[in-house]
């Protein structure tokens, strides 16, 4: 969405990790916000996307290298205020006549710092209102070169022991640099810096839900125009509030798609079907494609390609159904911020693949179908907000997120459909048991994954080789980072027993405590 009706804040993406958290501690603060790949920041772009502020992202380059990425010099003419995160930082100095040492990773002497550190303030500067009330504050560093001497005009603010630094800016400019990151958890106070900055750059926080409801509808419209949409509903929250956003723009110009694609829970497809038959009026075709899509995963037991099949298939799939619905030239889907951020690649933009989604990376020219993706700048708990702005029923929202590529992930090596029998119902019993014990919404996900081994077990008096079980449940705010939720062994004993018991094939049951970083929070 570029609407000019709202003050717009641009981060020039330099390839960090978690460049995504920057936009999400801007919306929690209103302030619209679009991150672009420095390769596509050019004047040009900038006189048309016309910021109010400049927030220059990290990145795992190194300053001190030929042809490392820069962003235009006309980012700082421009009269705006500017902030440089860590690698942003660096670039700004070297652009404004200061100077970059490299670290031992980029062939210099200096030293790296990667982790906890603690910044002391050195002067007074209203970036830092509400810092130090302790005499000192908490950052994350995670970098291998740092400043040497600071550009014409700058001073220093804070100071940690390895990064003297750590906190710079020229007041008269209202440019600001920091060689730490701000917007990770490990900065607990870093959501108080862009707080700062954005009021320092005049943001008013004009950017409510129902705002974007507004211009989301309008632009839908536009979009649109008469022609007719599809739209792949799964059932779980994005393609729901896709789907109900989009009718309430276009009405019956849209038509729903639910394909079951072989690889959804216990009973899912039946309870999807007739909870939106039953909550809408929006056609809605159920398409039964299991037998195409694990036809075509047998045998295939690599994670990519067991997305990028059923990412294709997906795709072929839509295709066969929009050809029977006459005038249908758009294709909905429900991709978040996340998924477009994770997806991207070096180069269409600078951060490394982590996984293929499987709902994103747009459609083959072939396919004759444009995209319509309303939720492509949102984070999953804005998605939320904005289905409650809609109306959509609390057990939609509240629904925990499903993958698109289904228990498919949750099978890692080959899927057979004895183990996604055995996947179902051992997921349904653990499903059930948070349920019963009131702990489904404090958790962000939580399933069942069905490992790729067997192992031996006796039970009554006999042998058993049965598969082995994971349970996963993880609290988050957006999927981006995660931690491993820790239930009480009473919670887990019970469980297991249930499990074991209930579902014939799992002899054995682990859980996973692994959080995210350094895991994901599916298993593939
Ligand atoms: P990971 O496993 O990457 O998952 O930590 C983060 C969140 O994304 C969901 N996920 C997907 N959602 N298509 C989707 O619509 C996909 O291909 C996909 N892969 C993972 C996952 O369930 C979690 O909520």
């Avoid at 042809?67 to 652009?95: D, E, H, K, N, W």
Wanted: charged share 25%; proline share 6%; net charge negative.
């Amino acid at each position: 969405m570029t609407d000019q009706a709202h003050d717009r804040l641009l981060i020039i993406d330099f390839g960090s990790q978690v460049t995504q958290l920057i936009a999400r501690r801007l919306r929690e603060l209103n302030v619209y916000c679009e991150i672009h790949p420095f390769q596509s920041v050019t004047d040009a772009f900038l006189d048309d996307f016309n910021p109010k502020a400049v927030i220059l992202s990290g990145g795992p380059a190194s300053v001190v290298h030929e042809g490392s990425p820069r962003p235009p010099a006309s980012v700082f003419t421009r009269s705006v205020p500017v902030l440089g995160i860590c690698y942003g930082q660096q670039v700004m100095m070297q652009m404004l006549g200061g100077r970059v040492e490299g670290g031992k990773i980029s062939g210099g002497g200096g030293t790296a710092e990667f982790g906890r550190a603690y910044v002391i303030p050195t002067s007074q500067s209203p970036l830092l209102d509400g810092w130090f009330d302790t005499g000192r504050e908490q950052v994350w560093m995670s970098h291998g070169d740092h400043v040497a001497d600071l550009a014409p005009g700058f001073e220093v603010f804070g100071t940690s022991p390895n990064a003297p630094f750590a906190i710079t800016a020229d007041p008269a400019r209202n440019f600001f640099a920091v060689q730490f990151h701000p917007e990770v958890h490990h900065t607990p106070k870093g959501a108080k810096l862009y707080e700062n900055f954005v009021r320092l750059a005049g943001f008013t926080g004009d950017w409510t839900m129902n705002a974007y409801r507004d211009e989301a509808i309008r632009k839908i419209r536009e979009t649109v125009g008469d022609k007719k949409v599809i739209c792949g509903l799964s059932g779980g929250v994005d393609s729901s509030v896709a789907a109900v956003l989009i009718h309430e723009a276009i009405g019956d110009q849209l038509t729903c798609v639910f394909v079951d694609h072989g690889l959804l829970r216990l009973n899912e497809a039946d309870e999807v079907v007739k909870m939106f038959r039953d909550n809408y009026n929006i056609p809605l075709i159920h398409a039964d494609e299991s037998e195409l899509f694990l036809g075509e995963l047998d045998g295939q037991s690599d994670p990519e390609t067991k997305r990028k099949i059923i990412g294709r298939l997906f795709i072929d799939v839509f295709q066969k159904y929009a050809n029977e619905i006459e005038g249908a030239e758009f294709l909905a889907q429900g991709t978040l911020y996340p998924d477009v951020i994770e997806s991207v690649s070096f180069s269409g933009g600078p951060s490394v693949t982590i996984k293929s989604h499987h709902n994103v990376g747009g459609l083959p020219e072939k396919m004759g179908l444009k995209l319509v993706e309303p939720l492509r700048e949102l984070f999953k708990d804005e998605v939320r907000a904005l289905g409650r702005e809609l109306g959509l029923p609390a057990s939609f929202i509240g629904r925990h997120p499903f993958p698109g590529p289904g228990l498919a992930i949750r099978c890692p090596g080959e899927i057979t459909r004895d183990k996604l029998e055995i996947l179902r119902l051992a997921d349904a019993v653990y499903i059930d048991q948070i349920r019963k014990h009131g702990l489904y919404d404090e958790i962000w996900q939580a399933f069942a994954a069905i490992l790729p081994v067997r192992t031996v077990g006796v039970m009554g008096d006999g042998r058993t080789y049965d598969y082995a079980c994971a349970l996963r449940a993880v609290t988050s705010v957006d999927g981006m980072t995660a931690d491993y939720y820790p239930f009480d062994h009473d919670f887990m004993g019970e469980t297991v027993t249930r499990i074991i018991n209930e579902v014939p094939g799992i002899n054995r049951v682990f859980y996973d405590v692994t959080s995210k970083p350094p895991g994901t929070i599916e298993m593939e």
